[in-house]
């Protein structure tokens, strides 16, 4: 009975997921997911902010233009231009600026900063030498050449980071469904904007899980090192049997069903989103045009 009732709800069709507890049925009988189950599984975060409430679509054409435009521009401020004043303003207007700096802080600054020096010390540029150790010595031009490229990949990564904790992967699905996108390829997106918030959520309940029966997983290297066994066996099997859970789940469904679907929630789509993407697409093509001409 809980399944069949489970079946029922749309965003369970949408968003393809495979357990009847992520949900709860109202006393009016319609359906809704659980936020915190759903949040815990992605990336997003709940806010009530003039972002959040822009259609999927539109936020979607607003990262890929802003990723676009730092690739193309012929001009080597471009980058850290659309960082200061477009992506960063848009954290603090979509309300979740302190995740975003959070994650650049231990993610994305980390990684640039590497390829930052990967690129600057082994870049082969002739010019002016700045800096000389043993065989590696860095120039202006690589230096310059590698803080762009490092920039390049900053603004790649935190726009995607920013549309992850504004827009709901079942949202994203819904609108990109609604659009004509054929459900397997909205549900290889959706599962690949998931599997990490989803690992990290299973790696945490097995860490619990295996400390409460006593496993040390927080002394020394080489104790941590013979736990990992008992961490990543639960892991890879319990995620195999997810897998074949969801494929049930799915099927049951009717999502390989040729008729068509229907939506329980709508997403909106407003004339302000509709001017937006359009904006957006021209601004790239007049980068493009300006790289050409100048080129």
Same mark, same amino acid.
């Given at each position: 009975?809980?399944? &069949?009732?489970?079946?029922?709800?749309?965003?369970?069709?949408?968003?393809?997921?495979?357990?009847?507890?992520?949900?709860? $049925?109202?006393?009016?009988?319609?359906?809704?997911?659980?936020? *915190?189950?759903?949040?815990?599984? #992605?990336?997003?975060?709940?806010?009530?902010? $003039?972002?959040?409430?822009?259609?999927?679509?539109?936020?979607?054409?607003?990262?890929?233009?802003? &990723?676009?435009?730092?690739?193309? #521009?012929?001009?080597?401020?471009? #980058?850290?231009?659309?960082? @200061?004043?477009?992506?960063?303003?848009? #954290?603090?207007?979509?309300?979740?600026?302190?995740?975003?700096?959070? /994650?650049?802080?231990?993610?994305?600054?980390?990684?640039?900063?590497?390829?930052? =020096?990967?690129?600057?010390?082994?870049?082969?540029?002739?010019?002016?030498?700045?800096?000389?150790?043993?065989?590696?010595?860095?120039?202006?031009?690589?230096?310059?050449? $590698?803080? !762009?490229?490092?920039?390049?990949? /900053?603004?790649?990564?935190?726009?995607?980071? =920013?549309? =992850?904790?504004?827009?709901?992967?079942?949202?994203?699905?819904?609108? +990109?469904?609604?659009?004509?996108?054929?459900?397997?390829?909205?549900?290889?997106?959706?599962?690949?904007?998931?599997? =990490?918030?989803?690992?990290? $959520?299973?790696?945490?309940?097995?860490?619990?899980?295996? !400390?409460?029966?006593?496993?040390? /997983?927080?002394?020394?290297?080489?104790?941590?090192? !013979?736990? +990992?066994?008992?961490?990543?066996?639960?892991?890879?099997?319990?995620? @195999? &049997?997810?897998?074949?859970?969801?494929?049930?789940?799915?099927?049951?469904?009717?999502? /390989?069903?040729?008729?068509?679907?229907?939506?329980?929630?709508?997403?909106?789509?407003?004339?302000?989103?509709?001017?937006?993407?359009?904006?957006?697409?021209?601004? *790239?093509?007049?980068?493009?045009?300006?790289?050409?001409?100048?080129?």
């Amino acid at each position: 009975m809980g399944l &069949v009732s489970f079946c029922l709800c749309d965003h369970l069709v949408q968003g393809c997921f495979a357990y009847p507890q992520d949900y709860f $049925a109202y006393p009016q009988g319609c359906f809704a997911y659980n936020s *915190v189950m759903h949040e815990r599984l #992605s990336f997003y975060v709940r806010r009530d902010s $003039a972002l959040h409430h822009l259609n999927p679509l539109t936020k979607l054409t607003l990262i890929m233009g802003l &990723v676009l435009i730092s690739f193309i #521009s012929p001009w080597y401020w471009t #980058s850290h231009f659309l960082f @200061l004043f477009a992506i960063t303003p848009l #954290s603090i207007v979509g309300k979740v600026s302190r995740e975003f700096f959070r /994650t650049l802080l231990n993610l994305i600054l980390p990684a640039a900063l590497f390829l930052f =020096l990967m690129q600057a010390f082994f870049q082969p540029i002739e010019g002016r030498v700045i800096f000389e150790f043993w065989f590696l010595d860095i120039t202006v031009e690589s230096l310059l050449f $590698a803080f !762009r490229n490092a920039m390049r990949i /900053t603004v790649m990564v935190s726009s995607f980071t =920013l549309f =992850l904790l504004t827009t709901h992967p079942s949202e994203l699905m819904s609108d +990109l469904s609604r659009r004509g996108l054929p459900p397997q390829f909205a549900y290889v997106i959706i599962s690949t904007l998931q599997i =990490l918030p989803q690992m990290q $959520a299973k790696a945490q309940t097995i860490i619990a899980a295996q !400390r409460s029966r006593g496993l040390d /997983t927080q002394s020394n290297f080489f104790r941590r090192l !013979r736990s +990992l066994g008992p961490l990543v066996g639960p892991l890879v099997f319990g995620s @195999l &049997v997810e897998v074949e859970e969801r494929a049930i789940a799915i099927e049951a469904r009717g999502f /390989t069903s040729t008729h068509p679907k229907t939506s329980l929630y709508e997403i909106p789509d407003t004339n302000f989103d509709r001017v937006l993407r359009w904006a957006l697409i021209g601004l *790239v093509i007049l980068t493009i045009a300006v790289r050409l001409w100048l080129s």
